[in-house]
């Protein structure tokens, strides 16, 4: 989620619109601060370690919110994902923005949300007084509007996500060997998978197919950008996951064949354009899935999935290929399409090519920075 905030908030800023972050505390983090002009405030209140079995939430939260907005003279608010994830929390940040005739609304990243109960998911979304309820994906805008019709279709408002197309671009040959050096790839022809290692990001299906794509292309590594620390309450499940990739890639005997990295966030833009081909091979739902579209900004044809947003972003043949989200078919699919970017170069150069002006008519950050400054200006003059 910051991640999102800190491309598209200081476009915001750029605008001319003071922008106030209030967020989860983190260690290491000071509880106030300031990044590239934004201002953060970070509250245990907000994080949901922390939140977990509190008692009075809501008064707790309420005091937090009132004296959030009376400090940096709040005109409209924007919330995001948390606030789905407990009643209580979205209540009172509602109460005190009616009490002080503030709009409010809603950025939904995901269609599902934790483990929380649906019916308090949906009453959030349902029963509270969000001016706008504002969905990342069309697909996520479906499948709520789907799931509880009885929101009335003019309180939703899609901005599609944006990128930062100037972190995300091309490199040059040239340049793109010396990038790959640089990370200790070498020669290699580069597959990555930005995803998390987790199970619903079809990790092991995309890692079933690099036997078949290296008998074509024996110079190919599959890169994934490392393991994540376990969220909320998926320790076991992670940790059994890791165990399991592990023991395919061994079984299958290709450890020269599979590098599982250790990357921060600030490597991911060099990465995508050091490699050949970037895939997505999610196998529940994708909300939207950024990593495409960053490798598009940066000329790297895709193959994804045929799951949720992803085929709002790449168009099969185009900017790269849609595949079967089935586990079972992923692989052979996978390696076909795989195999068919990495021998034919001109094939490759013509998919980049469209992937990034795809990128830059439809998910550039400034665009989406726009969107969200001209939905705060009309709610703030329907006041």
Known sequence: ?????ITVLPEIVKRGVPVTVLTESMEGQPEESEVQGIKVWRRDELSVSKLEGLPDIYRKAKLLFSDFMNKHKIDVIQAHNLQMDYFDLSRALLDVCQERGIPCYLLIHNH?????????????????????????????????????????REKWKVILHGIDLDAFHPLEAQAKERVKAQYGFGSRRIILHPARILQWKGIIPAIKAMPEIIRTIPRALLVLTGRIKPIFKDEAEIRDYNLLVDKTVSELKIEDQVHIGEYSFSDLPNLTALSDVVIYTTIGEEPFGLCPVEAMASRVPTVVTR?????????????????????????????????????????????GAAGRRLAERRFDKMRMAQELVELSARLLEAV
Do not use: C
């Open 307 to 351: 799951s949720g947003g992803l085929v709002e972003s790449v168009v099969d043949g185009q900017t790269g290929y849609i595949i079967d989200k089935d586990e079972a078919l992923i692989p052979g699919q996978l390696a076909d399409r795989v195999i068919n970017i990495l021998s034919d170069p001109a094939l490759a150069a013509q998919m």
């Open 112 to 152: 599902e949300f934790i483990d929380r109960d649906p019916k308090v998911m949906i009453s959030i979304l349902a029963d509270l007084p969000w001016d706008k309820l504002v969905p990342i994906s069309v697909f996520i805008e479906s499948k709520l509007h789907r799931l509880i019709p009885r929101i009335p």
């Open 1 to 5: 989620m910051e991640a999102h905030l």
